[in-house]
């Protein structure tokens, strides 16, 4: 460890902290562009001028390892004169398009500029265009405009040193140089939109997000992705009801910065819903109805069921249900009504991986199609596997009087109409659904159920991490989340209080379910906002506070001597 003084500030320091890190530790944010903690350092912006005691030239922050005993000057006049040239030199050919830019709101330079920039400019000549290289989409996400491109390189180190795929570049040279793609190739790799998040500026922008919605008016809630096992960490960006993007949120333990384009583009999905009420069909004629009518109706068909044996229903739960839901549902038909049939079936592959340097291989993979599947065999569901209720029901030896289904989209043959009648052969079908597909129109009983983003809890991922995903998105009047239906269900058989909340079932549940003991619903390592454990993971403040108070956040930017925000 190293003993590092900034602007009268001492902390210690690993020996492997470059300055620019010692500076954030103490609480100084030095303005920076082309550092990135997980990027190869090129000191090529060259904003992160501080002095150094006994050093004769200023020096870019990030390239200088630190020493034990070193004095840093990062607000001395000679620090900031630096960085207000080096601004200026940025400012005099990038255009001046921010009412127009999708990026305004969440500009580093922007904010650089505000707190480490001249108020008035000297420039004279016309700015630099690059006609054909604007407004250009270099891939199935990304557009570019390389007049808002100040070489940094972010874009190009993520190509090469994170995916692996290289296909960013420099072309040209001297004062037409410009970042593009190789010739004949698109920027198509399975983590392209991560190119737009590192990118300072407007430069790269997903084509997804792109003039949707202005940044500010955006609402966050911190979630987890549920594409896959690995329970990215992101943040669900959010307005009216409407989701408008995912963003990766940092935990060095899972997804570090990153997302994969499969999860990140998945938001739409959480828009809308097909059904906002119960459906009930019988003899061959559909009508809505109201929530206790349908529950009274699952009710009477599982009690009918029962009286026959509890082998006469069949329970599929979900890996995307949050452990308090399939905690809520074991302990319905296996604790209360003794139903041993409960089962869950995930989908295997297609693999997706995120490059983590902190797991063996420095790549977490995840095989499963869903986030929880750890979470339900804790609570008490088992794994549908060879010789299982759901494989005899779809083989035809075994045809329960009642198959309660809790997802709609549970496997992805729910396409296949042969799937679809193997599971119709139950006399009745109770489904919970969202979207409308050919399992929720052979459902005997329709259940409307909230999105992710509707509703909390938490999931438990490939590496058995406990996370915590939280509400968005109020559902539509009406539409309930799945936790709400098994309490409403509960009550029925007087075991479950409908005003129980997630964190009440995550209360009751811990004590019991592996992998729970001794954690708490508030607690950093479960909510996703662990403290720092080294100036690396200090990096990333900026952004885990401007989910909780934008405002605050870039008005302490502007006000800091000096200071610069972190996309």
Known sequence: MAKVTVDGRTVEVPDSTNVLEACRAAGVDVPHFC????????????MCMVEIEGVPKIQASCTVPVRDGMVVLASSEKALAARNATMEFLLLNHPLDCPICDQAGECKLQDNAVSAGLPVSRTLEPRRQYPGYDRTSIGPHIIADMTRCIHCTRCIRFCREISGTGELTFIERSGHTIVWTHEGKELDNAWSGCTADVCPVGALTTKEFRFRKRVWWLDKARSICDGCEIGCNISVEHRDRTVYR?????????????????????????????????????????????WGEALNGVKAAVDAAVVKGPASVLVLGSARLSTEESWLLAQLFKG?????????????????KIRNPAVPGGWLIGREAAPNSRGAEAAGVARAGKGSALARLLDGSYTPEVLYITDADFSSRIS???????????????????????????????????????????FVNVLGLVQRFQLAIVPPPIVRTDLEVFLHLGKRWGVF????????????????????????????????????????????????RRLDNPAEVLAEAASAKPAGGEK
């Not at 550092?35 to 060259?46: A, K």
């Not at 119960?278 to 809505?288: D, H, I, N, S, Y």
């Not at 799937?419 to 009983?445: C, M, P, S, W, Y």
Request: charge should be negative.
């Open 497 to 544: 209080d409908p005003q129980w909340t997630a964190k009440d079932v995550f209360e009751r549940m811990r004590g019991t379910v592996p992998g729970y003991a001794g954690l708490e619903w508030d607690s950093p390592a479960v909510v996703g906002t662990e403290p720092p454990v080294s100036p690396v993971s200090s990096y990333d403040a900026l952004l885990e």
């Open 246 to 290: 995912f963003l990766p949120r940092v935990n060095l333990a899972v997804n570090d910065f990153w997302m994969c384009d499969y999860g990140r583009f998945r938001s739409e999905e959480l828009n809308g819903n097909d059904y906002l009420r119960p459906v009930l069909r019988a003899g061959g004629k559909t009508r809505e109805t109201h």
């Open 416 to 458: 296949d109409a042969e799937f679809v009648k193997a599971l119709r052969r139950a006399k009745t079908l109770v489904v919970h659904g969202r979207r409308e597909n050919a399992l929720t129109q052979a459902a005997d009983i329709l259940l409307p159920v909230a999105s992710l983003a509707g509703k909390e809890g938490t």
């Open 336 to 352: 209360t009504l003794g139903v041993d049939q409960v089962e869950f079936h995930a989908d295997l592959g297609p693999e997706r």
């Open 35 to 46: 550092y990135h903690p997980r990027l190869s350092i090129v000191g090529q912006c060259r």
